[in-house]
């Protein structure tokens, strides 16, 4: 049975840093697409940023420059630093896997992903 746990949500100022991790567990950690997610309340799914087993990574463009996606496959964990926050990243953060790599065109697509997490909520709020 696969697990994914994200952490590191919480509540911060707008300008404020946050750095959310996703802990897998329950199946090989090789070829793969790794994503985060947001919802926000009346909003749809978003696919927030992605990285495949090679490292390579993609982004939504409301968050270039300020988030990193990353990971660490010798601990299957999964991180997004999240730098210069602002009011509208406010939203409940999931993780996502699949278990063969990242296209292009579908990365942001919630229904790519086989594998999720409960999720981690983020507040910016001044």
């Known amino acids: 049975q696969v697990h994914l746990v994200e952490s590191g949500g919480g509540s911060v100022q707008p300008g404020g840093s946050l750095r959310l991790s996703c802990v897998g567990s329950?199946?090989?950690?090789?070829?793969?697409?790794m994503a985060w997610f947001r919802k926000a309340p009346g909003k749809e799914r978003e696919g927030v940023a992605s990285?495949?087993?090679?490292?390579?990574?993609t982004y939504v463009d409301t968050v270039k420059g300020r988030f990193t996606i990353s990971q660490d496959n010798a601990k299957s964990t999964l991180h997004l630093q999240m730098n210069s926050l602002k009011p509208e990243d406010t939203a409940m953060y999931y993780c996502?896997?699949?278990?063969?790599?990242?296209?292009?065109?579908?990365?942001?697509?919630?229904?790519?992903?086989?594998?999720w997490g409960q999720g981690t909520q983020v507040t910016v709020s001044s």
């Open positions: 996502a896997a699949r278990d063969s790599g990242c296209n292009v065109f579908l990365w942001g697509r919630a229904y790519y992903y086989k594998y």
């Open positions: 990285i495949d087993s090679d490292g390579r990574t």
């Open positions: 329950g199946y090989r950690y090789t070829a793969h697409c």
